[in-house]
């Protein structure tokens, strides 16, 4: 078997405040091979984002390590990019600036940066907004542009953190295909903070479902369906009730909880 690319060995994390310190992560051990999207799905307050910090380098551990490929991540590098609901483009620069922007400070060429920045953009189907500003676009064009940048740098690991949240359901769905399409072209490893069920269960290769107070891997679930999924075929339903089962839900307050 090959060496997981990310590697979250024995991780614990906790904050201190007012003088009492509260353990948000205890002991936390997983891998992840390269080229698997991987979704952690919870509850709020159960530690999605703080893991996810802690992948990335934002956050120290209190103990344990995680590695990228290989090596301990002490500090964010542009190797493991985050991509949040806050698009973070700048207003004043068109699209393909933007992405260029991500470039600036790589050994390229003006032509190769402009090259490579239409490249992902084409890749993203924005080929013909380029020169567009933001605000010229809709949300989920915005978040292509976002992900079109995070691709340029071509990173081995994308961190996503509920980044179709704040999009239709329309716009979720293609997006979501989007994804998965540009993915397997780039072979990218992604691991996904989501509440949604479905959003997991549709992109995911392996679901680790989290408990809270401290947030702790309860479950992990091994998706064994090809790609692209059918929402409405009988595996996926299957997937859909393990999970509710696993959180104890009622349809009502499963739906309420996780936006679904």
Not at 122 to 140: H, I, K, Q, T, Y
Not at 190 to 215: C, Q, W
Request: aromatic share 8%.
């Amino acid at each position: 078997m090959s060496t997981p690319i990310v590697t979250i060995d024995q991780v614990s994390k906790s904050y201190v405040s007012q003088g009492k310190e509260s353990l948000v992560l205890n002991n936390i051990s997983f891998g992840i091979e390269k080229g698997e999207i991987i979704s952690l799905l919870g509850k709020s307050g159960c530690g999605k984002s703080t893991l996810l910090n802690c992948i990335g380098g934002f956050e120290p551990v209190k103990s344990g390590r995680v590695l990228l490929d290989g090596h301990e991540v002490k500090k964010p590098s542009k190797r493991c990019i985050m991509l949040m609901q806050n698009y973070g483009l700048l207003p004043w620069r068109s699209v393909r600036k933007n992405v260029e922007l991500a470039l600036e400070s790589e050994n390229l060429s003006k032509k190769e940066i402009t090259t490579r920045a239409n490249y992902y953009l084409e890749m993203v189907g924005l080929a013909d907004r380029v020169n567009a500003l933001p605000s010229e676009l809709s949300g989920g064009m915005q978040q292509r542009v976002a992900i079109a940048r995070a691709l340029a740098i071509q990173p081995e690991v994308i961190l996503m953190d509920e980044p179709f949240g704040a999009l239709d359901t329309f716009t979720r769905y293609y997006l979501q295909d989007e994804l998965i399409q540009i993915q397997q072209r780039e072979n990218t490893t992604i691991i996904l903070v989501t509440h949604d069920i479905d959003e997991a269960i549709y992109l995911s290769d392996r679901i680790f479902i989290m408990k809270a107070n401290p947030g702790e891997i309860h479950k992990e679930i091994t998706l064994k369906m090809s790609k692209p999924r059918d929402r409405s075929d009988s595996d996926f339903q299957h997937y859909r009730e393990l999970i509710f089962n696993e959180f104890q839900f009622t349809n009502t307050k499963a739906q309420i909880e996780f936006n679904i």
